[in-house]
């Protein structure tokens, strides 16, 4: 009966209250929840043509791009358009000094020119279906945690089992608010997916980290992929016969742009976000633990930047990686900043006493929701000090020390082979080969010792020493306390830092090679200090983790029937959600007001010769000399990019930015870096997305590149003429 009224209230909520803009809303629900206020605020669409299991809609035209990033077809060739972010990877893997792609960006100028990606995919979203009911079916209040989750595992698998689908496709099932609910998705994967199209890094990573999360913008994060598919146009592993993909909707075009307040859809993959978190997680997430990950890439990005600025090959090798390291760094400094500026914290509590408030009234809302908040507080304290270790030990031995991150994976395959034997283990071994190889190709031992004698330092000095692997404490002794002298040692002493030697064993005699790790002291130094964490940090944090999960649950159900007058949307969890919001400017602080849109006027403001990352391609400057912008410009200006309050996070990078109509205006990469908070604390005073003006992605792929070919596959439109 409960399950039934929590269901009952989730399809009621009356609008209001969450801000305009904020909010990750599922598909399948924008009938019920949302489609009032977005025809309110300028959508002339309805939402079966979004999201529909019964005709071609806007759904059909999103792809999750290999399972991080998103991407939108745009051509009925199977043209896929994501950022060059999410590209970045594939783009270096076929980048060398000789073909330098990332530098000069690349144009296939036919089909056969296009370059295949193994280990790249691209999923559909068939259809989407609340499954609710059937999982929860047998879930009674009295069972313990791991019974409820036997019974939901049962569930879940007799539903996969029963659910009608071709037999090339999947079925995924996740919970939602906190598991109060769960849907189910039958998914399409494509796995021949092949590199069309990508800018030179200079305009599609232009500004690079000093503007990345930074407004006003003037990045061309964009890169262009075809999805390729077998004769009947189905699912296929790469074949040189394979056809270029019949989609059932590909976006058009917009050549009209935007302008302030104008109604704009992304439509995407978010990846995660915690908006229901109370208070003391949020201030452990924002005050400690976000300064902890912070000051350790501080280290390995300056170690990483001054090999980048002095090696030219490490310009390359390193460019992915540091990447990725410098946008979760920059995030999260951003993170803490906006949560302070906007009051995050003493905003939770208000709410938080407001809840208290209202629970007291109730009999029966005391009894249910009356210690939830306490109780949650308590556990977030008592996670604390295992939060604070994991996070060090991960960022030291899983993220940033690339030779122990490795050695990690590595030992993954002693566990296969110890447990299951020879055979299994050679079955796999091809695939660590091919990550090795792949690994070690980007791989610059001294650089990494380097970083590896920095943050041994942090490790002995600031994890808690009954967290802390002895066998490390010993070598820091034998090595004089000196923790560069260490570096020294292990990096001389490990076979795993010699990438040649390590795939040459690995080819010759395998098992030989395996049975020198144990004596391998970087190898030694990642198990142990795994082992140690696993015993001492992991498992009391697991421990700890599913009570608050628990918890969780029951304050999200609890905040949902405490404070009927809210719209609650879940959190994110990496599967497809629309949000929508409109074309917006901000003030990020007192006096000045960033205005919505940016143009190439201020990419040339921004240009420094030769800079890493502020060059600007000659043949851009002279587009711009001769203001030659083709049907692009507008006003005889070239926008390049725009900011919205569309709420995303991680994962909608690559999103199509859509008008009310149903074309394409944009393609979403960033937000601004005053509002990166907006995964634990949206706020729609200073929470904006950035996006690509489209028509200066079709700019640079016809004026710049010539890729005139691949501009006649698309289809153009003026919805505003
Ligand atoms: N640029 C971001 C990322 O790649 C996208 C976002 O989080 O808004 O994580």
């Not at 803490?336 to 009999?363: I, M, P, S």
């Not at 070239?638 to 944009?666: E, K, R, W």
Request: hydrophobic share 35%; aromatic share 12%.
């Amino acid at each position: 009966m409960k399950q039934f009224i929590f269901l009952l209230l989730v399809v009621c909520l009356p609008l209001s209250t969450t801000f305009a803009g904020e909010g990750m809303w599922i598909p399948l629900l924008l009938q019920q929840l949302n489609e009032k206020e977005m025809q309110s605020m300028g959508m002339k669409m309805t939402a079966e043509d979004i999201y529909s299991v019964n005709k071609g809609s806007l759904k059909d035209a999103i792809v999750h791009f290999g399972g991080f990033c998103t991407g939108e077809i745009i051509s009925r060739e199977g043209l896929i358009l994501t950022n060059h972010h999410c590209g970045f990877g594939q783009i270096q893997r076929h980048s060398s000094l000789e073909n330098n792609y990332l530098e000069d960006g690349f144009w296939a100028m036919d089909q056969k020119e296009e370059l295949t990606n193994p280990g790249l995919f691209v999923t559909f979203i068939v259809r989407i279906e609340d499954i609710t009911a059937a999982i929860l079916e047998g879930v009674t209040d009295d069972l313990s945690e791991s019974d409820r989750q036997s019974v939901i595992d049962r569930n879940i698998n007799a539903v996969k089992g029963s659910i009608l689908r071709e037999e090339y496709q999947d079925v995924l099932v996740r919970p939602f608010y906190k598991g109060n609910q769960y849907f189910l998705f039958v998914t399409e994967t494509y796995n021949d997916i092949r590199l069309v199209g990508a800018p030179p890094s200079s305009i599609g990573k232009f500004g690079a980290d000093t503007d990345n999360w930074i407004w006003p913008r003037h990045t061309g994060d964009f890169s262009l992929f075809r999805i390729y598919a077998n004769k009947d146009n189905k699912p296929a592993e790469y074949a040189e016969d394979n056809v270029p993909y019949t989609p059932k909707h590909y976006l058009p075009i917009s050549l009209d742009g935007v302008a302030e307040n104008d109604f704009t859809l992304v439509f995407g993959f978010p990846g995660r976000t915690d908006e229901y978190i109370p208070a003391s997680a949020m201030d452990l997430r924002v005050n400690t633990l976000n300064p902890i990950r912070i000051g350790i890439r501080d280290k390995s990005l300056e170690i990483i930047g001054k090999a980048m600025r002095s090696r030219p090959e490490a310009r390359i090798q390193y460019a992915s990686k540091q990447s990725g390291i410098a946008n979760s760094w920059k995030k999260w400094i951003g993170e803490t900043q906006g949560v302070k500026a906007t009051g995050g914290l003493e905003k939770k509590r208000a709410l938080e006493a407001e809840f208290t408030k209202r629970v007291n009234k109730k009999k029966a809302w005391k009894k249910d929701y009356g210690l939830l908040l306490p109780q949650l507080n308590k556990l977030y304290g008592d996670l604390k000090p295992y939060a604070i270790s994991q996070d060090y030990i991960n960022e030291i031995s899983f993220r940033n020390i690339e030779l122990l991150r490795v050695a990690g994976i590595i030992n993954r395959y002693m566990v296969i082979l110890d447990n299951n034997g020879e055979e299994t283990f050679k079955s796999r071994l091809p695939r660590l080969i091919a990550y090795l190889e792949g690994f070690y190709k980007d791989y610059i031992p001294d650089v990494d010792q380097e970083i590896f004698g920095r943050l041994m330092e942090v490790y002995l000095k600031d994890v808690p020493k009954p967290h802390q692997a002895a066998y490390v404490q010993e070598l820091f002794e034998k090595s004089g306390s000196n923790y560069q002298q260490m570096a020294e040692m292990v990096y001389n002493g490990s076979l795993l830092a010699k990438g040649e030697k390590v795939l040459a064993q690995l080819n010759e005699d395998p098992i030989a090679f395996f049975k020198t790790l144990n004596d391998d002291p970087a190898y030694k130094t990642t198990t142990e200090i795994n082992n140690k964490s696993a015993e001492e940090v992991s498992q009391p944090y697991q421990k700890i983790d599913e009570e608050i999960e628990l918890l969780q649950r029951k304050y999200m159900q609890a905040l949902m029937e405490v404070f009927p007058e809210k719209r609650f949307y879940p959190d994110a969890n990496s599967t497809l959600r629309v949000s929508y919001g409109q074309v917006k400017g901000f003030e990020p602080r007192d006096a000045i007001q960033y205005q919505p849109v940016t143009y190439l006027k201020g990419v040339i403001e921004k240009y420094v010769p030769g800079d890493y990352e502020f060059d600007v391609p000659e043949k851009l400057r002279s587009l711009y000399e001769a203001k030659d912008y083709g049907a692009y410009g507008q006003d005889g200006k070239m926008p390049v990019c725009f900011i919205g309050s569309n709420h995303t996070s991680g994962g909608n990078s690559g999103s199509p930015a859509i008008d009310g109509s149903g074309n394409l205006v944009g393609l979403n990469f960033d937000r601004v870096w005053e509002g990166t908070m907006s995964d634990i604390n949206y706020d729609a005073s200073i929470c904006r997305n950035i996006m690509v003006d489209i028509r200066y992605v079709l700019f640079i792929i016809d004026k710049y590149a010539g890729a005139t070919r691949l501009i006649k596959e698309m289809k153009l439109v003026h919805p505003k003429k």
